[in-house]
Every structure is written in structure tokens, then in C-alpha cells.
């Protein structure tokens, strides 16, 4: 069987996800990479690299630069000619790309994989996590984003790949382009950090969350997350939520202030290794996957802590 892996990249390099993305199409054959956008030359490099794959094909055009769902989709369906599963990581690009490469071979997605149990047999996610299922596909195509945490990540160093270059699609014009508001910062990206402070709507205002939370962090080394909860409310951009709706991460260490817990949330980082919860409610769901709890004023114990450190 021959899979087609979707690259996700900022356009200098490959992003984590597409590593644990590798590692699951590994259990289904052989790894083609596909590397999209514009002027990405040093991108395919890199995914040339990566331990376990066999072939890059890059789509160098403009109509890619941004990487819309509408260009990349048929594209994708293209060379599916030549493969039998399309798999991308659950980012939000991926998520955007791959129900259009469903749609256009007229088969089923699988969303969210958790292992490979066959060919095409799988588990994934329903009801927040709180249940898992087991599911076969009986399409010719797969089309399967993956749960980047419950995968490792391949080696981005070991590999030869052939890099073939692929004609492009060109430009739909469905979609065009417009601006896009990116968050900097220093800390490092949620989806990758070893170590990620959350605040929660306890914490009653932005003012508050920088003030407690962000202090903590820059001591720890770590990435800020959110509840849904206090991204909803305006305390800090959307990039920063956490959840079934947000961002999936498994982190080392994740220490949760101010959050109740709900669903949702825990939906997004119960993988985590070590869970530390910081609550003045001792019945908060939190507490029921923390490894470490801590109940009382979170605006008194969170400055302690952090000065202690």
C-alpha cells in the first residue's frame, strides 16, 4: 500500500505533526510525502530527510503559497491516482484539506486515528474520548487525519528520499487569499511543548491571566494554553485554546489553574503525562485526571509557587 502524507510546514520547515503523521503511514506501507506551496525547495529537503520515507513529490506554484483547501484538495486527488491513502495530521490545515480530498474520491474520512489496527481498520475518538472506537473502511481510498499525540515522531534525520517534482493544479478560484494575523512569541508552540501552563475563567479577566499565568510559564520554559472558557471571554487569543475544539497536546508536564475541567477540555490534554490542577473547588473534574491537585486561591498559590521556583 502506498500513502500519501500531507507536509505541514511554515514554509522554511516541517512541522512536528507531519512527523507523527509519518509514523502512522509507516503502518500501512510505503511513505510518499507531498510538499505544497511556493518557493519551498529547503521544505523538501527536510522532508527528504525524514527517516522512513521513500519518495517527496513537491508542487511548487503559487496557487500553493498559503496552502487554501481548494487548490491543494484537487491536487491531492490527482496523485491519489497513485496511492491508497491520503493521510494528514489533525491541525487545522489538515483538517481544512482533507474532508475536500474525501469529497472529490467519493469515499469516507476517518478522523482522529489513535493506532492502526489493519489495513484498514483503526480507532479514533467518539464522545469527547470518553469512549474509543474500533472502525474499518471498506472504501478503495483512505483518507485519515491522525491524533498527532498518540503517535511518536519519525526521525527528521536518516532518511534519502527521491524528491520528484509534480505539475501543479494551478488556482481554483473558490478561494483567494486575504491576510492573516499570526501570534508571536517566544515560548514554545503548544502542540510541541514538554511543559504548558493553562489558564482558566477563574481567572476573571485578561489582566489576571497575564499577571498569574504568563510569570509561571517563563519560569517553567513553557507554553500557555487556555479553556475554552477564557479564549470565549477575550482573555487571550484563539491560539492559545486547548480542547476538542482546540489545539490536542501531551505534554510532559500540564498544569491547569483556574479550570474546571469539563469535557471538552479534558478532550484535548488527558494524555498528558503529568497533570497538576490548581483549583479552589475540590469536586472540579479537573481532579479526577490530575496526577497532582492542589485546592485553594489560585491567585495565592500560583504567585508562590512561581516565586518559589
Do not use: C
Not at 476573571?204 to 507554553?223: M, R, S, T, V, Y
Amino acid at each position: 500500500m502506498n500513502t500519501l502524507v500531507w507536509v505541514e510546514h511554515d514554509g522554511a520547515a516541517v512541522k512536528d505533526a507531519t512527523l507523527s503523521a509519518v509514523t502512522a503511514a509507516a503502518q500501512l506501507g510505503e511513505v510518499h510525502l507531498l510538499v505544497a506551496g511556493h518557493g519551498v525547495g529547503d521544505v523538501a529537503t527536510a522532508a527528504a530527510a525524514i527517516a522512513g520515507v521513500g519518495k517527496v513529490h513537491v508542487a511548487d506554484d503559487a496557487a500553493y503559497a498559503h496552502a487554501l483547501a481548494e487548490n491543494v484538495a484537487p491536487l491531492v486527488a490527482t496523485l491519489m491516482g497513485h496511492h491508497d491513502a491520503f493521510v494528514v495530521p489533525s491541525t487545522s490545515t489538515g483538517k481544512n484539506i482533507a474532508p475536500r480530498v474525501a469529497a472529490l474520491l467519493d469515499v469516507m474520512q476517518i478522523s482522529d486515528i489513535l493506532s492502526v489496527e489493519g489495513d484498514a481498520t483503526f480507532t479514533r475518538p467518539i464522545y469527547a474520548g470518553n469512549a474509543i472506537a474500533t472502525v474499518k473502511s471498506s472504501d478503495a481510498k483512505l483518507v485519515l487525519t491522525v491524533r498527532g499525540t498518540a503517535f511518536a515522531k519519525a526521525a527528521s534525520t536518516g532518511g534519502a528520499a527521491v524528491i520528484e517534482a509534480v505539475a501543479a493544479a494551478g488556482d481554483s478560484g473558490k478561494a483567494s487569499f486575504v491576510s492573516s494575523e499570526i501570534a508571536k512569541s517566544e515560548r514554545p508552540e503548544l502542540t510541541s511543548a514538554k511543559i504548558i501552563v493553562s489558564g482558566g475563567r477563574a481567572l476573571q479577566n485578561a489582566e489576571n491571566f497575564q499577571a498569574i499565568i504568563e510569570p509561571l510559564a517563563d519560569k517553567l520554559g513553557a507554553g500557555v494554553g487556555a479553556s475554552r472558557a477564557a479564549v470565549d471571554a477575550g482573555y487571550v487569543p484563539n491560539d492559545y485554546q486547548v480542547g476538542q475544539t482546540g489545539k490536542i497536546v501531551a505534554p510532559e508536564v500540564y498544569v491547569a489553574v483556574g479550570i474546571s475541567g469539563a469535557i471538552q477540555h479534558l478532550a484535548g490534554m488527558k494524555d498528558s503525562k503529568t497533570i497538576i490542577a490548581i483549583n479552589k473547588d475540590e469536586d472540579a473534574p479537573i481532579f479526577q485526571v490530575a496526577d497532582i491537585g492542589l485546592v485553594g486561591d489560585l491567585f495565592k498559590i500560583v504567585p508562590e509557587l512561581t516565586g518559589k521556583l
